[in-house]
């Protein structure tokens, strides 16, 4: 069966510091992979969805990025994170763009 | 452009209560339509589906018919638990693009014994 892995569970970061967010599928091979973010008391916002390898859309411009360096493997950047970067973030996958995605139990990500 | 409407929290039931929480939706085309669970510090976990109109989908006690005459989703569950309690979401995928999700966002849902 599949599986997504998301880590950290928690992190606290100084404002001005770099970010890394490591999300792995197994179980599956080429997953449509994506990242979303969920601010305090609000719905989850797309960020980044990916459908292969080095293939990156971005959904809403900020002071985030994201890499898809192996196909089962989807890393959530920042060289510089700001206050408003706080926030419970979800990786999530699919078989294809038309199944249901699948989440991971997600990072909660607090800047100071 | 695509969004869902969810009706605001916290629904506080007792158990064994009939349960309702409102969706509504604004697509383009025909998007499919979802409700996801959220459990305290957990990820989302898909409960139940519906991919065209009329449609009915189901899980473990939970109902929500897609209707497009209303742009409506609403979930529905006969007799709720304490085990039920948790966030519940929304979400429609754009027709045109089916990896962009929209999620309303959120009702919680407090079940008291």
């Known amino acids: 069966s599949q599986t997504i892995h998301q880590w950290p569970a928690t992190l606290v970061q100084p404002v001005g510091s770099p970010l890394s967010l490591e999300c792995t599928v197994e179980g599956t091979s080429n997953p449509n992979l994506y990242w979303y973010r969920q601010a305090a008391g609000r719905g989850l916002q797309l960020l980044f969805y990916?459908?292969?390898?080095?293939?990156i859309s971005s959904e809403v411009p900020q002071n985030l990025s994201a890499s898809r360096p192996q196909d089962r493997q989807f890393i959530l950047s920042s060289k510089k994170l700001l206050l408003s970067d706080s926030g419970f973030y979800l990786c999530?996958?699919?078989?294809?763009?038309?199944?249901?995605?699948?989440f991971g139990d997600g990072t909660r990500l607090s800047i100071l | 452009g695509d969004s869902v409407t969810q009706m605001e929290g916290p629904v506080t039931l007792s158990e064994e209560a009939f349960l309702t929480i409102n969706c509504t939706y604004t697509?383009?085309?025909?998007?499919?339509l979802f409700w996801y669970v959220q459990y305290p510090g957990e990820g989302l976990q898909l409960l139940l589906k519906?991919?065209?109109?009329?449609d009915k989908g189901s899980n473990k006690g939970f109902e929500a018919t897609y209707r497009k005459e209303t742009t409506s989703f609403h979930l529905e569950k006969g007799s709720v638990q304490v085990s039920d309690s948790a966030v519940y979401f929304c979400?429609?995928?754009?027709?045109?693009?089916?990896?962009?999700?929209?999620f309303g966002s959120g009702t919680k849902l407090n079940v008291k014994p």
């Open positions: 999530a996958w699919s078989a294809d763009a038309r199944q249901p995605q699948h």
């Open positions: 990916s459908v292969g390898i080095g293939q």
């Open positions: 979400a429609l995928s754009d027709p045109y693009n089916f990896n962009k999700f929209y």
């Open positions: 697509a383009t085309g025909y998007p499919s």
């Open positions: 519906a991919t065209k109109a009329d």
